[in-house]
């Protein structure tokens, strides 16, 4: 039995990317809220979201945007975030181990709990006359 390796090239990335987003297309939560927003641009996300990890995880800056603002109005709450970590943990230790494996597991949930903080103060608020 061989060992899993970090992630340490855009190819690792790509391996990452490509399957965790394979099975959030084909999870019954997930899978509608992504079709309904990405429709038929899914190159366009992959290629977004390669770019994001390759600048999180590899330091190399080609990814520029505003996550926050993409998410915001999505109709989603905390279930939909568990359920994003844990197919999310379940690819990384399934491809990788090492510091960048951890790395990534550890900036997904940081970033999750920042978006489900905001989402949820945004539906709380959305009617509110002021
Ligand atoms: C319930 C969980 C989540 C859902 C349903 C979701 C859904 C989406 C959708 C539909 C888009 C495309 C937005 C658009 O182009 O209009 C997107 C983009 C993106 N998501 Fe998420 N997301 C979730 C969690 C996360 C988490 C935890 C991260 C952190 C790693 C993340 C990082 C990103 C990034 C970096 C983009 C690209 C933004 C850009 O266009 O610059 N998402 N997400």
Redesign the pocket.
């Known amino acids: 039995m061989t060992e899993n390796k970090d992630i340490l090239t855009l190819g690792d990335i790509r391996q990452l990317v490509d399957l965790f987003y394979t099975r959030v297309r084909a999870d019954a939560l997930?899978g509608p809220?992504?079709e309904?927003?990405?429709k038929d641009?899914w190159a366009r996300?992959l290629d977004?979201?390669y770019r994001?990890?390759q600048t999180?995880l590899l330091g190399e800056l080609t990814?520029q945007?505003?996550?926050g603002a993409?998410?915001i109005t999505?109709p989603?709450s905390g279930e939909?975030?568990e359920?994003?970590?844990s197919i999310?943990y379940t690819t990384v230790d399934e491809l990788f181990t090492g510091s960048k494996a951890t790395e990534a597991k550890w900036?997904?949930?940081r970033?999750?709990e920042m978006?489900?903080g905001k989402i949820a103060l945004y539906q709380k608020n959305k009617n509110t006359i002021l």
């Open positions: 997930l809220i992504f309904e927003r990405i641009n996300h977004i979201m994001f990890w999180v990814y945007g505003s996550p993409k998410h999505l989603v939909h975030f359920k994003w970590l999310f900036r997904a949930a970033m999750a978006f489900a």
